[in-house]
């Protein structure tokens, strides 16, 4: 079975310039979560999606965020225009039906963001 | 709203030493509580898990009870490893109002020498 899947595993990126990074959640699964992970704060909850309609996106940091999920099988976060301080790794991770009563969050391995 | 609270790291043990993690949590419900592992460079997985009060989560080696009264879920082994070295986080998730929202903990990350 394949995981979640994220690309660019690595991207290095100026100032200023769009970044698009991208997930492939686990087939079947109706839920999905972008999180970001810094030293300084840790691991965030940027937004989430259930069966593709955003529920949640109050951890988007701002105006220059934003995230989609056209189907059921692709996300992608946008930063437009970035700066150094987006730099971080970003995480997607899926999960099967909310109304499972048990949901454990499957994770991608992420995406390392450097911005210079 | 929902809470989790870890111990601070970094936590240095050597090798075969026992191992505690606290892990306390705020909720309105019943959650379900979840332990995940990062290792270096990966992304996190689940460790272990519990989803009602007295449940014992277990997984390799690692260990965690839901204990409703202090509202825990400390993670425990008796004798850890090197390959062990990673951050842990402890999670909760609400089964009242829906949605798959996870809450984490800050993560501890654990050190263990020869």
């Known amino acids: 079975d394949a995981g979640v899947i994220q690309s660019p595993r690595h991207e290095v990126t100026e100032m200023g310039q769009e970044v698009t990074l991208r997930c492939k959640p686990i087939?079947?699964?109706?839920?999905l979560f972008w999180y970001r992970q810094t030293m300084m704060r840790g691991l965030e909850l940027l937004i989430y999606f259930n069966n593709n309609v955003p529920i949640d996106d109050s951890g988007m940091p701002e105006d220059r965020f934003s995230a989609k999920m056209p189907n059921a099988s692709f996300s992608t976060l946008k930063i437009q225009p970035s700066e150094p301080r987006d730099s971080a790794v970003y995480f997607c991770?899926?999960?099967?039906?909310?109304?499972?009563?048990?949901?454990?969050?499957?994770f991608g391995p992420g995406t390392r963001l450097t911005v210079t | 709203g929902d809470s989790v609270t870890q111990m601070e790291g970094p936590v240095t043990l050597s090798e075969e030493a026992f191992l505690t993690i606290n892990c306390t949590y705020t909720?309105?419900?019943?959650?379900?509580l979840f332990w995940y592992v990062q290792y270096p460079g990966e992304g996190l997985q689940l460790l272990l898990k519990a989803t009602k009060a007295d449940d014992k989560g277990s997984n390799k080696g690692f260990e965690a009870t839901y204990r409703k009264e202090t509202t825990s879920f400390h993670l425990e082994k008796g004798s850890v490893q090197v390959s062990d070295s990673a951050v842990y986080f402890c999670?909760?998730?609400?089964?009242?109002?829906?949605?798959?929202?996870?809450?984490f903990g800050t993560g501890t990350q654990l050190k263990v020498e020869l």
């Open positions: 999670a909760l998730r609400e089964l009242t109002g829906g949605g798959n929202k996870l809450t």
């Open positions: 909720a309105t419900g019943y959650p379900s």
């Open positions: 087939s079947g699964h109706n839920s």
């Open positions: 991770a899926s999960t099967p039906s909310q109304l499972a009563v048990v949901n454990e969050q499957y």
